[in-house]
């Protein structure tokens, strides 16, 4: 289970600010905001390599989670 703060620090990471700006939001170093991270991939066991984005992948589940990927087809494709 994430704790609040990582809930925030994901939350702002989806509405696309990046590690320094989430660091000023939460009045935080841009170290402590990369160590949130690290604790948010280790929860959500996300594998982290060469191959893979966990930022993005953590966005992404944050985001079907709170539902804003329920149909995520309509966002890509134009209506007709």
Do not use: C, M, W
Request: glycine share 4%; net charge negative; no cysteine.
């Amino acid at each position: 289970v994430l704790t609040a703060t990582q809930l925030d620090i994901l939350r702002l990471a989806a509405a696309g600010l990046s590690n320094q700006a989430i660091a000023g939001r939460r009045s935080t170093t841009t170290s402590a905001v990369e160590a949130h991270f690290t604790a948010i991939n280790r929860v959500l066991e996300i594998e982290v390599g060469p191959d893979t984005n966990p930022r993005a992948i953590a966005v992404s589940r944050y985001l079907a989670a709170i539902g804003h990927l329920a149909n995520e087809t309509s966002i890509l494709t134009e209506p007709d």
